[in-house]
């Protein structure tokens, strides 16, 4: 069965560093989302991509955060210069139309910013 | 935006029993309703889902159940098993056309032996 994959699966960075995270979504979706949760807390939108461009994002991110699409399989989010608090998990998700369907996520990345 | 509530936090069940989490959402123009059950440090996977034009879907020992009119929905999950304790997340696609899910805050469940 398809899924989506992330990568890498725990990234420990420094604050004020900028970290990448990546993901590939499933081959035949046109919709794309980050989503993060901190520890203990509910999952949280951060941004969703559609037709190689940001369709929506919420107020979380901010100018600190970016998302590309840099080929025809990977879609990354960048932070550019980590505080303490964006520590959490990261899930990747995408889904094959937009409304009313299946959002499927990956397995997370766990960033921690010391 | 969209605001979803949930309850209850945590909920405590016997093996077998019958396990009810509620929640609900401000956007009345809400049409896609999914929950998602999340083990401990993995990924929100699909349990079921409903959409705008239906009241009531089961699946096997899993149900959700959708009033529009009072813009509140359920899970429903009968003759619980150990294997079913797990974090379980509501989420609503709201009306604006975006296709961004709002999460309620998620339950708890523990099925107890």
């Known amino acids: 069965e398809p899924e989506v994959t992330q990568t890498p699966s725990h990234q420990v960075t420094q604050m004020g560093q900028e970290v990448i995270l990546r993901c590939v979504p499933i081959?035949?979706?046109?919709?794309f989302y980050w989503y993060r949760q901190i520890l203990g807390q509910k999952v949280e939108f951060l941004v969703s991509?559609?037709?190689?461009?940001?369709?929506?994002k919420s107020e979380i991110f901010d100018d600190q955060f970016s998302v590309e699409r840099p080929d025809g399989s990977n879609f990354t989010l960048k932070i550019r210069s980590t505080k303490l608090e964006d520590s959490a998990m990261y899930f990747c998700?995408?889904?094959?139309?937009?409304?009313?369907?299946?959002?499927?996520f990956g397995q997370g990345t766990r960033l921690t910013v010391v | 935006g969209e605001n979803v509530e949930q309850h209850p936090s945590t909920l405590s069940v016997q093996e077998g029993d019958s396990a009810v989490i509620k929640c609900t959402y401000s956007?009345?123009?809400?049409?896609?309703f999914p929950w998602y059950k999340q083990e401990l440090g993995k990924r929100p996977q699909l349990i079921i889902d409903?959409?705008?034009?239906?009241g009531e879907k089961k699946d096997q020992r899993i149900a959700v159940t959708l009033n529009k009119t009072a813009k509140h929905f359920s899970l429903h999950i009968t003759e619980t098993q150990p294997e079913d304790s797990a974090v379980y997340f509501c989420?609503?696609?709201?009306?604006?056309?975006?296709?961004?899910?709002?999460f309620g805050t998620g339950t708890q469940l523990k099925v107890e032996l």
């Open positions: 998700a995408s889904s094959e139309t937009g409304r009313n369907t299946e959002a499927f």
């Open positions: 081959s035949n979706h046109l919709y």
């Open positions: 991509f559609y037709n190689n461009e940001i369709s929506e």
């Open positions: 956007d009345s123009a809400s049409n896609y």
């Open positions: 409903i959409r705008s034009n239906v």
């Open positions: 989420a609503v696609i709201g009306g604006g056309g975006g296709n961004k899910l709002t």
